[in-house]
Nanobody, 125 residues
């Protein structure tokens, strides 16, 4: 089955950290650019971070710069999102996505090939 599966979400206190993982099955991630997106209740989906197919380019939303780090492990067919200094406003369902183009972009429409079903991240006391 061709799919992306996110994991690593949960409940964390403000200032805490989580590492999200997104594992691909049935296809090889190394041929895809990858992105992380999130959607909070009542809000539109927003791009959080991306990494190019080569891994040489990354980008982040202004709201997470300096706190989140994206990385990819092609050998393990997985992309990660390390999230530090979490804030209540980071609460959302987080999704990973894959697109066959080479570029890193926070535009969700670029990732036409695969989307995961999401993992909930809740930052609260």
């Amino acid at each position: 089955q061709l799919q992306l599966v996110e994991s690593g979400g949960g409940l964390v206190q403000p200032g805490g950290s989580l590492r999200l993982s997104c594992a691909a099955s049935g296809f090889t991630l190394e041929y895809y650019a990858l992105g992380w997106f999130r959607q909070a209740p009542g809000k539109e989906r927003e791009g959080v971070s991306c990494i190019s197919r080569s891994g040489g380019s990354t980008n982040y939303a202004d709201s997470v710069k300096g706190r989140f780090t994206i990385s990819r492990d092609n050998a393990n067919n997985t992309v990660y999102l390390q999230m530090n200094s979490l804030k209540p406003e980071d609460t959302a369902v987080y999704y990973c996505a894959a697109g066959r183009g080479p570029l890193c972009t926070l535009y969700g429409g670029y990732y036409r090939d695969y989307w995961g079903r999401g993992t909930q991240v809740t930052v609260s006391q």
